[in-house]
């Protein structure tokens, strides 16, 4: 069974001893300006991975990257002195992509505030294609209006609608005699 949080501590604590032994021990001249960012450790504490940025080109990355890996036996015995764990576990030493993560959303964003201007430079001086706000207040001209309009159209309250039933409960037909649809009570006498 693994501890996780055993893990955890022991990936903090390698990430500490990697750094200030890169720091204080390693004199490799191709060594250039590296950050130890972090460290994992797999479940068994067997296999560590160390996570670095290097600040500089691509050149410049691939020096430090080759120094990295003539340093692991020197770091890996100082983690396995600093740590004191049964089984010192070996280092894979990776580049971290969040500077190049970083870097991708940082021109994404630039690209969205470019486009933000050209809209807002576009519409500048522009008028809307209806009104400013469509929508009708009270106080407005003709609100008094359409609210009473709505207001008997909710409780129907409306007069001549072909579909009021009479003072019996049958439906009355309107003005030119016609009964409204659905209406059975002259039904075989239209046949």
Do not use: C, H, W
Not at 63 to 70: G, I, K
Not at 80 to 106: C, H, K, M, S, Y
Not at 174 to 181: L, W
Request: net charge negative.
């Amino acid at each position: 069974m693994t501890d996780n949080a055993r893990a955890r501590k022991l990936a903090d604590r390698i990430q500490v001893v990697v750094a200030e032994t890169l720091d204080r021990r390693i004199k490799d001249p191709r060594l250039g300006f590296v950050t130890i960012t972090d460290a994992r450790v797999t479940g068994d504490l067997r296999e560590a991975t160390v996570f670095y940025t290097v600040y500089g080109d691509d050149e410049e990355r691939a020096a430090s990257a080759a120094a990295l890996e003539s340093a692991k036996g020197v770091l890996r015995s100082e983690v396995g002195r600093q740590t004191g764990v049964r089984f010192t576990p070996t280092l894979a030493f990776v580049p971290d992509a969040l500077p190049d993560n970083a870097r991708t959303i940082e021109d994404l964003l630039d690209k969205a505030r470019a486009k933000d201007a050209e809209v807002r430079e576009v519409s500048t001086g522009k008028t809307y294609a209806g009104e400013a706000d469509p929508y009708r207040k009270p106080g407005d001209e003709g609100y008094e209006e359409d609210a009473e309009a709505d207001g008997e159209a909710a409780s129907g309250t409306g007069s001549g609608s072909p579909s009021e039933a009479g003072e019996d409960g049958v439906a009355k037909a309107d003005e030119g005699g016609v009964a409204p649809a659905g209406d059975d009570t002259d039904g075989a006498a239209a046949k």
